[in-house]
């Protein structure tokens, strides 16, 4: 889950992916448990009810906002800090510049720097995350200025963008006024 958030994909795709997950699962120990002499017909009928969708949207955001946001990132900073630490220790600091930040990858649900330089020129993490097919056989680590450059030049139309992410793009002019009328 945590790193399908970091590559995007927004909320109603990670609880339609946790809801197809949840009735496999039900499938599976339905069919094992009527193979099994033993089971009790309050059991049977247990495992016959359908999948309480409100329980798995509710565990979803949970998980989401709970564990990946919040305790994922606090150990992946401590384990980031650590980690640097002992290369400090090991006379390899030069090393820790290399490090991916996947704690606030975490955070922000977008896993390049690419798609945190588009989130920093004001876009959603949905509209960096549907940008980063585009631009990740261009260069995944681009800087603020590097982002803005590449979004002024890109040809959006080609792209296949919904509307609405276009639409935040021009918004924010992110794109030539000339380029923006066009996308209308």
Not at 55 to 68: H, L, Q, S, Y
């Amino acid at each position: 889950m945590a790193v399908l958030w970091m590559k995007g994909l927004p909320y109603p795709k990670l609880i339609s992916l946790q809801l197809r997950r949840a009735r496999q699962e039900r499938e599976r120990k339905l069919a094992a448990t009527l193979n099994s002499a033993t089971v009790t017909e309050a059991q049977r009928a247990r495992l016959e009810q359908p999948v309480d969708v409100d329980a798995i949207v509710r565990r979803t955001f949970d998980m989401i906002e709970d564990e990946i946001r919040f305790q994922y990132v606090q150990l992946g900073k401590a384990y980031v800090d650590v980690l640097k630490f002992a290369l400090t220790e090991n006379n390899m600091a030069r090393l820790s510049a290399g490090i991916f930040d996947f704690p606030v990858a975490l955070e922000l649900g977008v896993a390049t720097r690419t798609g945190w330089s588009f989130m920093k020129l004001g876009l959603s993490r949905i509209s960096a995350s549907a940008l980063e097919p585009q631009f990740r056989s261009y260069d995944p680590n681009m800087n603020l200025n590097a982002a803005r450059r590449w979004l002024a030049g890109a040809p959006l139309d080609d792209f296949k963008l919904n509307p609405i992410i276009i639409q935040e793009i021009r918004r924010l002019g992110l794109v030539p006024a000339r380029a923006a009328a066009e996308t209308t």
